[in-house]
């Protein structure tokens, strides 16, 4: 399996190579051509599909806008192909930054509309301002293909293209395999989650369009070059979809099938010439098809089918892992970690939901918050991680105010917290999990990802050990490679916990980690927080069970009705009459009266 | 002052359309967190069944009846075979792929028997204008967006006094506690996704005496339908229907002085900005999201 990638590349850069040689006409290697040019489009596009989940209609209007811009700037300041490639590219950036932010950021859903908008918006721009882009009649005469001047024969330029997308092919490949491929992908697991892990969802969904905007304008430039006329009707809706569709049907989210889908997409029509009228409709049928047989993509099927067939991964040896106490200690003097809420009210429509509750987490301890089924436990921890904003009040960790900070910025101040429903990345496998909440430790960039710099691979193979060891003190090092909505419900919940600890936080809010466990699991459960409690991060447990708060707690906040009723050591609060009316609906003085 | 006039007239004409396609957007959403991607081409259908219908010597009132139902039984079918089998996962996004697919085929499909030639629906509404203070108008153009007002208000009604309005609410509230109070998700989404295809066939319906009919007449409407319902929110019934009209008003007045063009611009711009200003449109709630 590791071999297999590298084979991969091999294999394409044969036929790379191979295809000029054995083409026998010009139109051939044209066509060859035409197909690198929709692979580059296909292979960004797939960061936006395959790895964040979303769905890009308008990938004709960013060709588009490259193949103009490209044109513009080699006709009229006499750019060679690569200036105005960079160029277009700057452009194409441009335009998906304005385009992705305002969308991703509410609905992802809302992208595949919008860029079906702006393609509508460049088609009329190219027909409206006709001093720039010719009108309707397009631009006719974009130069050759020239570099610092010197003329491109039809194999260099079949040499540049062919470069290209190998090279975009790659550093695509390398950026999937990097931090940025994996939050990309948890960003589209649950949005909820990655936010609790300091992962910033709007600013990933933001990149992966802006990728895919720069490989297509791109595109656009040479596609300029190669055709020597563009216009507004050669770039239509019909081709944004063949574009999409080029993605699903190779298998969204690996390496080489948009590559094979766009090879597939730019030979079919060709074929399929003398049934013109029937071509949009097969596109549809196609993509229908593809969806309900094949959803994973040839590539993916493929994948799936081999995967099943040989043995396992091993799983990572647990003695490779870092042990939880290096990489999770803090020294002594950072024990600090000190939570204070102080009268927090947050209303929902009419209903309180908590009034004026304050709450003190003192450096170190364990602090239970208790309270009957919708005392507001969880409306708190929601408040304090950054989930709901409060109509009133103060929380400040370490000092540092937490009301009005997004949940992701909180979760980078040092506060990890769990859920009471599991929110695990399903489809991703637990240790990517785990690395996932790693993440908020990484320091690389994006251009150390895409060209797999040595500090790199030194941060990615510290962030794995981190994570195995992390499994190992969960007790899920066994599970590693298993995709995690398959482990059972308790596993699930010890592989939160591993999530959160991942990123090395300082206070951890544990919400409901035993309801639904075993008395066993919950057994465990209790001597896991102490070895956390011991590693010097702050605990706030919200909690159900009696016995394990008795067992664990320092201290112990009681809410009823949105209101603190008490705060205090274990054995007093277990005395303390509020807190048994609270529960038990009467107080014992008043039931030993009324035996 | 006259072209203020037959502007904002004929702006109120398109803006219903717009409104009514919206509100299918929106309904769908409520219901399903999801939307048919080929709604536009549900209103092409309702519009093109008409015509065809009015061919085969049906009376006007039976084809245009029997065209609004098709379009309605075409978004229940889509809804069961294309969407469902896809909204089941979370984060999926199957359903939009299947229906971009289904509407890229009607159409295809559409303009083969259709032919690439339009033509409008002969209506009574178009037969002479009225004037109105020297701006010219058909009854059809007043009709819209008074269908659209009386649609969104039947809409409110029925979602505060029937029992299945009422289960439509708690659908979008909350499946999981709607499905414990004994409703029958699976049927109140498919109610939701026909009476939103009935409305989408309606606008087709009602638009066609207007302007032409044709296979490629719903890519366009339905896009900026969904445009309106981005700009208003599309969690807000009253929101869409203003914003619809507003939107149909403001185009018109472009067109008008600078050109189609600049039109769809200028129209799809402003959604851009919209959604940049106001994420959650200009009338829509903030969703809480539920941890």
């Not at chain 1, 930054?97 to 721009?125: C, D, H, M």
């Not at chain 1, 010197?150 to 990097?178: D, M, Q």
């Amino acid at each position: 399996m590791r071999y297999l990638v590298p084979f991969g590349f091999l294999v394409f850069a044969a036929i790379l190579v191979a295809v000029p040689l054995m083409a026998s006409n010009e139109y051939e290697l044209r066509l060859f051509m035409l197909f690198l040019i929709y692979g580059m489009i296909a292979v960004g596009l797939n960061v936006l599909v395959g790895l964040t989940g979303l769905v890009s209609l308008g990938q004709a209007g960013l060709f588009a806008l490259g193949s103009y811009s490209g044109a513009i700037l080699a006709m009229r300041l006499g750019f060679d192909i690569v200036a105005a490639c960079l160029g277009a590219a700057v452009v194409s950036a441009a335009f998906g930054v304005l385009l992705a932010y305002p969308t991703v950021r509410v609905r992802g859903v809302y992208l595949a509309v919008v860029t079906i908008a702006f393609g509508i918006i460049v088609e009329n721009v190219a027909i409206e301002w006709q001093s720039l882009t010719g009108g309707t009649t397009g631009l006719s005469s974009i130069p050759k293909p020239n570099v610092f001047g010197v003329r491109l024969s039809g194999f260099a330029f079949y040499g540049i293209l062919a470069v290209t997308l190998f090279v975009l092919t790659l550093l695509i490949h390398n950026l999937k395999i990097s931090r940025f491929g994996r939050t990309m992908l948890a960003v589209s697991q649950s949005e909820t989650a990655s936010r609790a892990l300091g992962i910033n969802s709007t600013g990933l969904r933001t990149m992966a369009f802006v990728i895919s905007s720069i490989t297509a304008g791109i595109a656009g430039t040479f596609y300029a070059f190669l055709n020597s006329y563009i216009s507004p009707d050669i770039f239509t809706f019909s081709d944004s979809v063949r574009f999409l569709l080029m993605v699903i049907l190779g298998g969204a989210g690996s390496t080489f099938g948009p590559v094979i889908g766009a090879y597939l997409l730019t030979y079919l029509p060709e074929y399929l010439q003398q049934f013109q009228l029937w071509q949009k409709f097969a596109y549809g049928a196609l993509l229908l098809i593809v969806m309900f047989v094949l959803p994973r993509g040839i590539v993916g099927t493929l994948k799936y089918a081999f995967d099943r067939l040989r043995p396992a991964d091993p799983v990572p040896d647990a003695a490779d892992g870092m042990s939880v106490e290096n990489s999770l200690r803090y020294e002594k003097k950072m024990l600090a970690a000190e939570l204070v809420a102080t009268s927090l009210t947050v209303r929902f429509g009419g209903l309180s939901a908590l009034t004026k509750a304050s709450l003190r987490v003192k450096g170190g301890e364990i602090h239970a918050l208790i309270g009957p089924n919708g005392a507001g436990k969880s409306t708190f921890v929601n408040t304090i991680s950054g989930f709901y904003l409060p109509d009133e009040g103060r929380c400040e960790f370490d000092g540092v105010e937490l009301i009005g900070r997004r949940s992701l910025d909180i979760a980078r101040l040092g506060l990890a917290r769990t859920f009471q429903n599991t929110e695990l990345f399903g489809e991703l496998s637990v240790l990517q999990n785990v690395m996932a909440g790693y993440d908020q430790r990484l320091s690389y960039g994006l251009f150390q990802a895409l060209l797999r710099t040595p500090r790199m691979r030194r941060e990615e193979i510290e962030c794995r050990r981190a994570a195995v060891g992390l499994l190992a003190f969960v007790g899920l090092s066994q599970y590693a490679n298993e995709e995690a909505r398959f482990l059972p419900f308790g596993l699930q919940r010890r592989l939160e916990i591993a999530r959160a600890l991942a990123s090395k936080p300082r206070l951890l809010l544990l919400d409901e980690p035993a309801a639904g466990l075993t008395t066993q699991e919950i057994d465990d459960l209790e001597a896991m927080i102490r070895r956390i409690a011991e590693l010097g991060i702050s605990i706030l447990l919200i909690e159900h069970h009696v016995d394990l708060i008795m067992a664990l707690a320092d201290n112990v906040t009681v809410l009823d009705y949105g209101q603190v009723i008490a705060s205090d050591a274990p054995a007093a609060i277990q005395v303390d009459p509020r807190v048994i009316e609270a529960y038990f609906g009467t107080s014992i003085a008043h039931a030993e009266t009324a035996a | 002052m006259t072209t203020t006039i037959q502007y904002t007239l004929s702006g109120l004409a398109i803006g219903g359309i717009y409104a009514l396609v919206a509100l299918g957007f929106h309904i769908m959403w409520s219901a399903a967190k999801a939307v048919n991607f080929a709604h536009g081409d549900t209103l092409m259908l309702g519009a093109v069944l008409a015509v065809v219908g009015v061919d085969a010597g049906l009376p006007m009132p039976i084809a245009c009846l029997l065209a609004i139902v098709a379009g309605g039984v075409f978004g229940v079918l889509l809804e069961r075979f294309a969407m469902r089998p896809f909204t089941v996962a979370a984060n999926s996004i199957g359903w939009m792929l299947t229906t971009i697919a289904v509407g890229v085929m009607i159409e295809a499909l559409a303009t083969l028997q259709f032919g690439g030639f339009s033509r409008p629906l002969a209506s009574p509404g178009v037969k002479s204008a009225v004037h109105i203070f020297g701006a010219g108008v058909y009854p059809q153009e007043l009709l819209i967006p008074a269908v659209a007002v009386l649609v969104m208000i039947g809409l409110r009604l029925m979602q505060r006094h029937t029992l299945i309005g009422r289960a439509m609410q708690a659908v979008a509230h909350d499946k999981r506690a709607a499905a414990l109070m004994g409703i029958n998700v699976n049927r109140i989404v498919a109610f939701s996704f026909g009476l939103a295809s009935l409305f989408g066939a309606a606008a087709g319906v009602l638009v066609a005496p207007v302007i032409q009919v044709s296979a490629s007449m719903g890519a366009l409407l339905g896009l900026k339908g969904f445009a309106v319902a981005i700009i208003a929110g599309i969690t807000s019934a009253p929101g869409v229907v203003i914003a619809g009209l507003c939107f149909g008003v403001m185009e018109k007045f472009v067109e008008g002085y600078i050109s189609t063009s600049a039109r769809e611009i200028i129209g799809f711009g402003v959604m851009i900005l919209v959604l940049l200003a106001f994420p959650q449109g200009l009338f829509g709630k903030r969703e809480v999201l539920k941890v």
